[in-house]
């Protein structure tokens, strides 16, 4: 596993003092940089190939959210390659070294002359390794959407939504999504199926549905074909 330390800072928590899951999830996105970094398979080494690691899917499950100032350890390991894809694993211990979140990603290799997926070549995963799948319950990675949705109001995609791929961080639709839950809504698991991308000044069409513990949020383009589908389930004890 590759990991590296931290602690909670004020810019990464909500109102209540304890870091938010956009917060979790940029650690989960440094991490796995970082360990590409120190690899030497980082953002300007790829850029030279001509190749970029896209995320496919999010499952996020967050068993409790650090506080502010608490040491925590985050860290990430890929399991598997095949084909175009990338399967990889993340998790932040607490101070206590309980396991505070745990996730499991699908990433796409992208050739960005082409815009297409291309083969994971062996100097693009075995510098990774692979290491035992975290035990744990895996979703799908598909997700199904209901067929009664809300529309809300629609919104662009302005500049600090936009990454070094030149596209909206996926990241960011979550924070978009999130917009849509009720106060009293505390995530304990997330999942998200990226679809297509969106750039800069892209029209986002929002789609929302409230069903028991969950929350689905569809950020559609303005044909109505989704950008992503995001999946919120409600912490059962709230």
């Known amino acids: ?34 360990q590409s970094e120190d690899l030497g398979l980082g953002v300007d080494v790829l850029k030279t190939q001509n190749r970029v690691w896209m995320v496919s899917s999010w499952q996020i499950i967050v068993n409790r ?11 990430t390991w890929a ?20 396991i505070a979140a745990v996730a499991n990603s ?4 992208v050739d960005t002359n082409t815009g297409k997926p291309t083969k994971v070549m062996d100097e693009n995963a075995a510098p990774y390794g692979k290491e035992e799948k975290f035990d744990m ?14 529309s809300k109001d629609s919104f662009l995609v302005v500049k600090s939504n936009i990454d070094t791929n030149m596209h909206v961080n996926n990241c960011e639709y979550i924070k978009m999504a999130e917009e849509y839950l009720p106060d009293d809504f505390i995530i304990y698991q997330m999942r998200a199926d990226y679809k297509r991308a969106a750039v800069l000044g892209d029209t986002i069409l929002p789609f929302v549905s409230y069903q028991d513990n969950l929350c689905t949020v569809v950020l559609a383009d303005e044909s109505q074909r989704p950008y992503v589908v995001i999946e919120f389930t409600r912490r059962k004890d709230t």
């Open 1 to 34: 596993m590759y990991s590296f330390k931290s602690r909670v800072r004020y810019s990464e928590i909500a109102q209540n003092q304890y870091m938010d899951l956009s917060s979790i999830i940029n650690y989960f996105q440094d991490c796995s940089t970082f």
């Open 65 to 75: 959210y650090p506080k502010l100032g608490e040491n925590i350890t985050i860290g």
């Open 79 to 98: 399991y598997d390659f095949t084909s175009m894809y990338g399967y990889r694993n993340f998790i932040i211990y607490d101070e206590n070294n309980e």
């Open 106 to 109: 699908i990433w796409i290799l």
């Open 137 to 150: 319950e895996y979703a799908d990675r598909k997700i199904t959407i209901p067929q009664l949705l809300e």
